[in-house]
């Protein structure tokens, strides 16, 4: 089993925190951080001065919005990051929310498994250093080829329903999860494999994000809790809550009550269906219940309201059992 951390991005923390989590993760042995991109760094300028700020860690940058990012953009990214730092960074594309794409950046999101696809397939094309020739329904590249060397890098695709994960199966090296249930997984991993079978491939590994707290306090709940509530009206991922147990919370979330009287109705428990948190032996147990629902690669997404930079928590599982 791998572990990997994730820079936070938490909104209610400052944003110049990250770096820090990146330096200590770096300090730590962990030998992969995940560079996401939300309201703050931009994912390659961010991963840049990591890579310049720190000695061994490896670099993923994403899951890159494909609706936002076109394939020639992401291309010259990484390797301008590879160029920079010499480090050369993996890659992961998905698809973001609909607040990201249409409300932030006005552009429409809209069958993101396609588009995920044919955007995979132009960027092992360019990232592989050869000039680009491909028109696809959502994605077109044709006549760049990268100036600066090619890295071949590998692609990650975060997937969740039927549809990207068969574009995983298809495209990527390893397919992402994001806070999921064990049982979820499971049931996820059996997709793809049964994909990547009939796609005549080898099954990409699975890594998922899991929210950490080890000996959370009250502040540092409330902080997974602030950033999971969104999520329970999803479609899809209200349902896999249902079956975790929290039907009533998810059809509260559904009428749409105010942000905080939901935060106020969502019980503790949620996060530990979702995450990892709790005392060392709890977490422990936790990870062997992803690692038997078939979870290659933990990636940790610390906490850091009443844990310093999560480092209690980056600390204690940098060594897990």
Same mark, same amino acid.
């Given at each position: ?21 990146? =330096? ?235 942000? =905080? ?61």
């Amino acid at each position: 089993m791998k572990f990997s951390v994730v820079t936070p991005l938490w909104q209610d923390r400052p944003a110049a925190e990250n770096l820090e989590i990146a =330096k200590l993760a770096d300090s730590l042995g962990f030998t992969e951080l995940w560079i996401g991109e939300m309201a703050t760094f931009d994912a390659f300028a961010f991963a840049t001065a990591v890579g310049l700020q720190t000695r061994q860690i490896g670099l993923t940058i994403g899951p890159l919005s494909v609706s936002v990012r076109t394939p020639m953009t992401i291309a010259m990214g990484a390797a301008s990051v590879a160029d920079l730092t010499g480090r050369r960074p993996n890659i992961a594309l998905g698809a973001s929310s609909v607040v990201v794409v249409e409300e932030w950046h006005g552009r429409e999101r809209a069958r993101t498994a396609t588009h995920i696809d044919e955007s995979a397939q132009i960027l092992r094309t360019l990232l592989d250093g050869t000039k680009a020739d491909f028109e696809g329904e959502l994605a077109t590249c044709k006549g760049y080829r990268l100036r600066l060397d090619s890295i071949g890098t590998p692609l990650t695709i975060a997937a969740f329903g039927p549809a990207a994960v068969r574009a995983a199966a298809r495209r990527a090296d390893r397919m992402l999860l994001n806070m999921v249930t064990p049982s979820s997984l499971a049931g996820l991993r059996a997709q793809l494999q049964q994909a990547a079978e009939k796609a005549g491939r080898t099954t990409p590994a699975l890594a998922v994000w899991l929210p950490c707290a080890v000996d959370p306090q009250r502040e540092t709940i409330d902080q997974l809790k602030r950033a999971i509530v969104g999520y329970l009206a999803a479609p899809g991922y209200g349902e896999m809550m249902m079956e975790a147990g929290f039907t009533d919370l998810v059809k509260y979330a559904r009428s749409r009550p105010h942000p =905080k009287e939901l935060l106020a109705a969502t019980p503790d428990e949620l996060i530990a269906a979702i995450g990892l948190t709790g005392n060392e032996a709890a977490i422990d147990a936790r990870i062997a219940e992803y690692k038997a629902a078939g979870a290659d690669e933990i990636c940790l997404v610390p906490a850091t309201a009443g844990d310093e930079l999560g480092q209690h928590s980056l600390r204690t599982l940098s060594s897990p059992v």
